[in-house]
């Protein structure tokens, strides 16, 4: 190990732990990205209510980590169910699926203020922001419950329900306080008959969020899954790719570790750099290939010379000048008659008796059991040679 590799690791070390003090003092950032996340711990993650799940759904809830196409095409016909989604993007296949179990019997219950609008136009509503308020009440109609009222006060949506169709009913509303301290209510939990099952539409998937849950005082959102019937519960799990458990994962789960992960590759890369300019060995010139392709067609001429097989170099020869037509003149070589004769003779501008004799010499090269000499192979050559330039 040389001197000057070992300045640069103790210049390293000292980095590093420089850089692991700030670390330490530096205070966690709390994540406030919504998230719905059942993994995450973060306050709108998902992780309290899927822990809790199985206990309000009375032991009967089946998570379902597929698109609900996936999930009812390759099952058979289920009896009525129940059907829980958590601000998932559903595709237009699916919803055909959710709907057709819907008006079977089962009811759907969705948390979300991302309702597609072709949704909305089928079944008769529409969804948009309501409010810009920085907080506000979500409240229950019905009157047994409408003291399990939960506050939204941090990141709130203000979607809810601008237009329902009069056979819709209301189970909930969001009360707004203005700055005249006037109070005003807009639809944000809606019952939608539909065949023999029902639609829960709630426009504030932040009531299940671990923020809200840890912090409420009241069974808010006990009162809203009470609607749903006491039978199986299947919930639609927004996908993730799995986690990979190996160390590179938990060194970068970890800021500290990242940032001195990132230090040790660019540590690296600029020793790597630095050295290489000093060794790096001198690079051999290297002759380019040669071109041998004419040599390859005057020995292969040679071979087939010494052979005396002119028959042969006669239909190469014509297959060649052919070609040449074909590709150069535009002329189609399937049938060499009077109309091939008359077109080369008009494109080329060559006598009509040269081009006459040269077809007649092609179609002998082309004949497999013409007789051919030598003298044919020659006055064959030149023609076509004299009609090509």
């Known amino acids: 190990m040389n001197k000057t590799f070992k300045i640069y690791a103790v210049i390293f070390i000292i980095i590093l732990i420089v850089m692991g003090m700030f670390e330490m003092n530096k205070k966690p950032v709390l994540d406030w990205r919504k998230n719905f996340n059942t993994e995450k711990k973060t306050p709108f993650g998902l992780y309290v209510f899927d822990q809790e799940s199985n206990g309000l759904f009375h032991q009967k809830l089946e998570k379902a980590r597929v698109s609900p196409y996936e999930y009812y095409s390759k099952k058979e016909q289920k009896k009525p169910h129940n059907i829980l989604i958590i601000q998932k993007e559903i595709d237009d296949v699916s919803w055909e699926f959710l709907m057709n179990e819907v008006y079977n019997g089962s009811d759907v219950m969705l948390f979300s203020n991302k309702i597609p609008k072709k949704i909305g136009d089928s079944l008769g509503f529409k969804t948009g922001i309501l409010s810009f308020e920085d907080n506000y009440y979500l409240q229950l109609t019905d009157k047994k419950l409408v003291n399990n009222r939960l506050f939204i006060d941090k990141l709130p949506d203000n979607y809810g329900f601008s237009y329902i169709q009069k056979d819709m009913e209301i189970l909930g509303k969001s009360l707004y306080k203005s700055s005249k301290n006037k109070t005003s209510t807009q639809a ?3 019952k939608i008959n539909f065949g023999d099952g029902h639609f829960y539409f709630h426009s504030e998937p932040l009531v299940l969020t671990n923020y809200y849950l840890l912090n409420s005082k009241n069974r808010y959102l006990e009162s809203v899954l009470s609607y749903l019937p006491d039978r199986e519960t299947v919930w639609f799990v927004e996908t993730d790719a799995p986690l990979s458990m190996s160390s590179m994962r938990f060194i970068l789960s970890n800021p500290p570790l990242q940032y001195a992960w990132y230090l040790l590759l660019f540590g690296l890369i600029v020793f790597v750099i630095f050295n290489a300019k000093r060794k790096q060995r001198i690079v051999p010139i290297t002759e380019p290939l040669k071109n041998t392709s004419v040599d390859f067609i005057r020995s292969i001429g040679n071979l087939y010379l010494q052979e005396g097989d002119f028959h042969e170099m006669m239909a190469k020869k014509a297959q060649y000048f052919l070609s040449k037509i074909r590709m150069d003149l535009l002329i189609d070589t399937q049938n060499l008659d009077e109309q091939f004769i008359n077109k080369l003779h008009l494109k080329t501008g060559k006598k009509i008796e040269l081009i006459k004799e040269a077809v007649e010499l092609i179609k002998k090269g082309q004949n497999p059991y ?20």
Not at 370 to 389: F, G, H, P, T, W
Request: proline fraction near 0%; aromatic fraction near 4%; glycine fraction near 0%.
């Open 188 to 190: 944000n939990f809606i």
């Open 370 to 389: 013409a007789s051919v000499m030598k003298e044919d192979l020659i006055r064959m050559n030149k023609l076509l040679d004299d009609i090509l330039k």
